[in-house]
Structure formats: structure tokens, C-alpha cells
Nanobody, 115 residues
Framework: QVQLVESGGGLVQPGGSLRLSCAASGSIRGFNVINWYRQSPGNQREWVAGITSGGSLNYADSVRGRFHISRDNAKNTVYLEMNSLKPEDTAVYLC?????????WGQGTQVTVSS
């Protein structure tokens, strides 16, 4: 079973940047799509961005133009570059891999945007 491990979270000031990583224990080529979600206390889990096996990119309106998702198949890793961060971006960010038969989730990495 493939495991997904997120890293790269932390505390950043408003307007700052972070790059999150989602490393898979196996090949990411088997995933139809890999998504980033986020969840903050009291809120539902929110889809943030996704990248398909064919390389198509999709973003939530709240992050379009500020966040960029990419993948490195050789490293079995998906990245989320986050720029112009706002306090409302504060959340646990989770990686989600989708195959034809299952969903896989990482444990999440905390991002806090605060001065």
C-alpha cells in the first residue's frame, strides 16, 4: 500500500511563501490525480489544487494565481508552491492520491500564516 508523507509546513508571515512536498512511498504514476486539501478548525476539508497523471492543473478560486502545483515523477513527489500567503490560508494541508480503486491520504502538515 502506498503511503503519502507531507512536509514543508511551518509559520510564515503574511505575504510570505512556503513549498509543501508530498512524497509517495511508491510510484506516483499509478495515481489518476493527486490533490492538495486543507482543513482548519471548525471548517470542512477544502480542496485546494490537483494535478492529473496527464499533467493537467486545477486550482480552487481562493488560491488561483498564488499557488502552483507540480510533480516530479522521478522523485515520486508532488509539490505545492504557495505565495502571497494570507492568514486565511492557515490550515493543515493534506495530500490525497486517487487511483481507479482507492483514495490515499497523508497525515498532513500545518501551515500557519501570522505576523
Amino acid at each position: 500500500q502506498v503511503q503519502l508523507v507531507e512536509s514543508g509546513g511551518g509559520l510564515v508571515q503574511p505575504g510570505g511563501s512556503l513549498r509543501l512536498s508530498c512524497a509517495a512511498s511508491g510510484s506516483i504514476r499509478g495515481f489518476n490525480v493527486i490533490n492538495w486539501y486543507r482543513q482548519s478548525p471548525g471548517n470542512q476539508r477544502e480542496w485546494v489544487a490537483g494535478i492529473t497523471s496527464g499533467g493537467s492543473l486545477n486550482y480552487a478560486d481562493s488560491v488561483r494565481g498564488r499557488f502552483h502545483i507540480s510533480r516530479d515523477n522521478a522523485k515520486n513527489t508532488v509539490y505545492l508552491e504557495m505565495n502571497s500567503l494570507k492568514p486565511e490560508d492557515t490550515a493543515v494541508y493534506l495530500c490525497n492520491g486517487v487511483t481507479t480503486v482507492d483514495h490515499y491520504w497523508g497525515q498532513g502538515t500545518q501551515v500557519t500564516v501570522s505576523s
